[in-house]
């Protein structure tokens, strides 16, 4: 291997191990010592290969985070905490895009000899990651246990993300792969996701995974296929939803469907402060507290749609509090920081146009990724990988706030590789 090319493979294992540690609690220095290490050694070294062409592709991203950032700081005039808004503007909005950029560019900038290896690497992360993860759930005797490997063991939603990224790559693999051994390893890996589903044991993460399974129709360019898949995968759906309401109270009070489906009903009789009321009933905490709060939100939405109420998940409880000060009924029963909805948090924190930035922001991702996945590219897998991950995130994040920290990391890197590989493809 000649110098130049040890050189350049420094940084590009570096950002691996900044991808790696994301999934690991309560390393954040690590994190930002090998990804911030990493973009500081391509930029001294292969800052040439930044072109204006490049640029020109990213031209959209720049116009996302301007909306988002020009939204987020007119939220600071009504923030009841300015100087962490700020901070959270500049950790999780910032931060993020640069990441994506970053990302953008190293994966642009590797030479073709080396990017099949690197990225075979990354997504070898994420089976490293799904081994430890199922290491843990046996060390704890199994089901029930929700495991959620180095991230989050003993609850797991947060690790759920992760999961759902796994199998997204294990479909993709299998439908995508540009030979016969990738589409058997992929094959074998889906069976490894399912597990890793069952020991993840959050119901987001099966509600993600099972949307995931009916999108795949999108991963096929010939209408025959779609069609199958399409079949297949409204059939998944049909029968899951099923089985969850005529046997989910085998897996106890929070798979039963049947009794979910019935206490629906509560989110549009009682208040948000009188949902505390049905853990009388023998209710999950975890369901009532977040029918409140998402009604609380609504409430406020309905009468001020469009006025924001100040960057960050973590100040609603305070914001949400003073909002109802007059209406006490209207402040809602929380036993959470956040709102556990990524999509109405957003609204709530930017108004209603923050919610539709989201949305347009996943839809741009999502139309990217799909463009790569019917390429002709030998990387169209990493498209099909990044769409159906980012459609289980999606899913995982209307129950919870997890479009923030590691598992937002890992989203925006992703982002950049996906958009990197399209744009080579274009090339």
Not at 124 to 130: F, S, T
Not at 284 to 302: E, F, Q
Not at 353 to 371: D, E, Y
């Amino acid at each position: 291997m000649r110098v130049a090319e040890r050189m350049e493979a420094i940084p590009a294992f570096l950002f691996l191990v900044g991808v790696f540690a994301l999934g690991v609690a309560h390393v954040n220095a690590i994190v930002n010592l090998a990804l911030y290490g990493s973009i500081a050694g391509w930029l001294l070294f292969y800052s040439k290969r930044i072109t204006q062409e490049g640029w020109r592709f990213l031209y959209p991203v720049g116009i996302f985070l301007s909306i988002c950032l020009a939204l987020a700081l007119f939220s600071l005039l009504f923030s009841i905490d300015v100087a962490k808004s700020f901070r959270e503007i500049r950790s999780e909005l910032l931060q993020n895009f640069f990441l994506l950029v970053a990302s953008f560019w190293m994966v642009v900038g590797l030479k073709e000899s080396s990017l099949r290896y690197w990225l075979l690497a990354l997504a070898g992360i994420l089976v490293l990651h799904m081994a430890i993860h199922l290491g843990i759930w046996v060390e704890h005797g199994g089901f029930p246990y929700r495991a959620g490997g180095l991230l989050d063991s003993g609850g797991g939603e947060k690790f759920g993300v992760w999961v759902l990224f796994f199998l997204g790559l294990s479909l993709a693999l299998g439908v995508l792969g540009d030979s016969k051994i990738l589409k058997i390893l992929g094959g074998g890996l889906v069976l490894v996701a399912l597990v890793a589903i069952v020991a993840n044991n959050t119901r987001a993460t099966l509600l993600g995974a099972i949307i995931m399974g009916a999108s795949l129709l999108w991963l096929f360019k010939e209408r025959s296929k779609r069609y199958l898949a399409l079949g297949a995968g409204v059939v998944l759906v049909l029968v899951s939803l099923s089985l969850l309401y005529h046997h989910g109270e085998r897996l106890g009070h929070r798979y039963n469907l049947a009794a979910q489906s019935e206490e629906i009903h509560h989110l549009f009789e009682l208040s948000p402060a009188q949902m505390k009321d049905l853990e009388k009933e023998g209710i999950d905490h975890a369901i009532a507290s977040r029918l409140a709060m998402w009604k609380s939100i609504v409430l406020a939405l309905g009468d001020d749609p469009l006025t924001p109420r100040g960057y960050g998940r973590d100040l609603y409880k305070r914001t949400i509090a003073k909002e109802w000060s007059h209406t006490t009924q209207n402040i809602p029963y929380i036993t959470y920081l956040s709102p556990h909805n990524a999509f109405l948090s957003m609204a709530y924190q930017l108004g209603i146009l923050g919610l539709f930035w989201m949305v347009a922001w996943f839809g741009f991702l999502w139309r990217r990724s799909l463009l790569l996945a019917h390429s002709n590219s030998s990387y169209r897998w990493v498209g099909g990988f990044f769409f159906l991950g980012s459609v289980g995130l999606a899913v995982s994040i209307f129950f919870g706030d997890f479009f923030a920290d590691s598992e937002a990391r890992l989203f925006y890197i992703l982002s950049g590789v996906m958009l990197a590989l399209d744009f080579r493809s274009r090339q």
